[in-house]
């Protein structure tokens, strides 16, 4: 009974966000930014690629190009931008990581807005040459904001519980935001979409993401006292070298970004699948569609304090363990799935395992940022996720053009009425079936990572001591 009691405190703590270290506002403030990067990142790399097909009229090798080229800059262009963060003094009259993400902004507002204007009457080339380029601006201004708000957040939240309780607050705002950009995309690319109204709709949907990013970027603190405990050590190109080999051949480093790469990757691109498998494959409307995700999404908000508690509780392997009968059940039922009453039920587990997912692993690069700076002195955040960015943020995509390249070699074709029983396969497989396996392969990696909950419990009290100077664990 008593056992019970502390487990029933433990998880009312967990829907409070109570604990030592920053206030309920202050986890609020610093969740905020970046869940107004990811409404971006949703209309970029999930609505427009339903829109460029169908409503364009880019077929979906084209797509599939466009992201194989959008990886290779990833690849490039993400490291350079975090050495560069980290050799960026912060200047007392405008600050660092703040002045960063204010100033790339417009570039990603303008170049979403420019994408969306492409019309079906241009040819194939043009229309994959100026999506390419476009997507390329907005790429590198987000990939600037998001390096600069990681190691913001980081110094403003150095403990592994802070970090669970903002990225659960992150989760919040970013449905909360997402309900309202999958409610066009549901509602007007599922059945018979029209391009004279999703043009001013998309429209209204970037001002109002406008008006979010100043929102969440005012007032947010970025003075000389939170840069005090960091220590700056310029690297040569011949120590970058070696750092960065020494990162990337280390366990943590590699079980975590084989397992981003292997499974996080293809289980977080799920919302597309789901318009052309709501549309092609269960040829529902777009009010059906769109209360099946709503309700699907609140549902799993509902369990994202649970989620933070179990990961607490546990460490992130045992935690990851523990979801993966959520995702057997979920794709493979939307996979089998032949009524509407089915696939909900399995997108609400998918959903599920998606956010669960994300919850465990959401403070092991940190961990392995915070771990390198104890055994070195040295704080390299930019470095980190340069490198993340090179192994998993570049690979994310990859699911993207797999799944363009199944349904595609399927048989898909964006302009038909009705599709042939070979597409729908394709749609079911590359929906259901592809996922799950990835979430099998991954427990290999999983299984190799060699921080257990004791070991994050340390990393966790280093940092938190580095930042604030106290307690700590020897």
């Known amino acids: 009974m008593i056992i019970l009691r502390k487990m029933a405190g433990s998880v009312r703590g967990a829907f409070r966000f109570t604990g030592p270290g920053l206030t309920l506002k202050q986890k609020w403030q610093l969740a905020l930014p970046g869940p107004v990067l990811s409404v971006g990142g949703v209309l970029i790399h999930n609505v427009f690629i339903k829109y460029y097909t169908d409503m364009i009229g880019l077929s979906p090798?084209?797509?599939?190009?466009?992201?194989?080229?959008?990886?290779?800059?990833?690849?490039?262009?993400?490291?350079?931008?975090?050495?560069?963060?980290?050799?960026?003094?912060?200047?007392?009259?405008?600050?660092?990581?703040?002045y960063l993400m204010r100033v790339t902004v417009p570039f990603m507002i303008i170049s979403s807005f420019l994408m969306m204007l492409s019309s079906p009457e241009w040819s194939q080339w043009l229309i994959f040459l100026l999506?390419?380029?476009?997507?390329?601006?907005?790429?590198?201004?987000?990939?600037?904001?998001?390096?600069?708000?990681?190691?913001?957040?980081?110094?403003?939240?150095?403990?592994?519980?802070?970090?669970?309780?903002?990225?659960?607050?992150?989760?919040?705002?970013?449905?909360?935001?997402?309900?309202?950009?999958?409610?066009?995309?549901?509602?007007?690319?599922?059945?018979?979409?029209?391009?004279?109204?999703?043009?001013?709709?998309?429209?209204?949907?970037?001002?109002?993401?406008?008006?979010?990013?100043?929102?969440?970027?005012?007032?947010?603190?970025?003075?000389?006292?939170?840069?005090?405990?960091?220590?700056?050590?310029?690297?040569?190109?011949?120590?970058?070298?070696?750092?960065?080999?020494?990162?990337?051949?280390?366990?943590?480093?590699?079980?975590?970004?084989?397992?981003?790469?292997?499974?996080?990757?293809?289980?977080?691109?799920?919302?597309?699948?789901?318009?052309?498998?709501?549309?092609?494959?269960?040829?529902?409307?777009?009010?059906?569609?769109?209360?099946?995700?709503?309700?699907?999404?609140?549902?799993?908000?509902?369990?994202?304090?649970?989620?933070?508690?179990?990961?607490?509780?546990?460490?992130?392997?045992?935690?990851?363990?523990?979801?993966?009968?959520?995702?057997?059940l979920g794709y493979g039922g939307i996979f089998l799935a032949d009524n509407i009453w089915a696939a909900a039920a399995s997108y609400v587990l998918i959903v599920f395992t998606v956010n669960y997912f994300r919850t465990a692993t959401s403070q092991v690069g940190a961990l392995l940022i915070d771990e390198n700076e104890r055994v070195n002195g040295v704080r390299k955040t930019g470095l980190f996720n340069g490198l993340f960015s090179i192994f998993i943020i570049a690979f994310s995509s990859l699911q993207t053009v797999i799944f363009m390249s199944v349904i595609g070699a399927f048989g898909y074709d964006g302009l038909a009425t009705v599709q042939t029983d070979s597409a729908v396969l394709g749609i079911r497989a590359a929906t259901g079936l592809i996922p799950l396996v990835t979430v099998f392969i991954g427990l290999i990696p999983m299984a190799l990572y060699p921080f257990d909950r004791q070991k994050e419990e340390e990393i966790s009290a280093f940092s938190n001591y580095a930042r604030r100077g106290g307690p700590k664990d020897e």
């Open 61 to 98: 090798t084209y797509v599939g190009w466009v992201y194989i080229i959008y990886n290779i800059w990833n690849a490039v262009n993400d490291p350079m931008i975090g050495v560069w963060i980290d050799k960026m003094r912060n200047r007392p009259n405008r600050g660092k990581y703040v």
């Open 131 to 328: 999506y390419t380029v476009e997507l390329f601006i907005y790429d590198t201004a987000a990939t600037a904001y998001s390096v600069a708000y990681q190691s913001y957040t980081l110094i403003a939240a150095p403990t592994k519980e802070e970090r669970v309780d903002v990225n659960i607050m992150q989760n919040y705002i970013s449905q909360a935001m997402s309900f309202l950009i999958t409610l066009i995309p549901t509602l007007l690319l599922v059945g018979d979409g029209k391009r004279e109204i999703i043009i001013p709709i998309f429209t209204a949907v970037i001002a109002v993401e406008t008006i979010f990013f100043v929102l969440a970027l005012r007032g947010l603190p970025d003075d000389a006292k939170m840069h005090e405990t960091l220590q700056s050590q310029p690297l040569g190109s011949g120590e970058l070298w070696r750092e960065t080999w020494q990162i990337v051949k280390s366990r943590p480093f590699l079980t975590y970004v084989l397992y981003s790469i292997i499974t996080l990757g293809p289980i977080g691109f799920y919302f597309t699948p789901y318009l052309y498998y709501m549309d092609d494959v269960l040829n529902t409307d777009g009010v059906t569609a769109t209360i099946v995700d709503v309700s699907t999404h609140v549902i799993a908000l509902m369990f994202l304090p649970v989620m933070g508690y179990i990961v607490k509780t546990c460490g992130t392997k045992k935690s990851i363990y523990l979801g993966t009968g959520f995702a057997v």
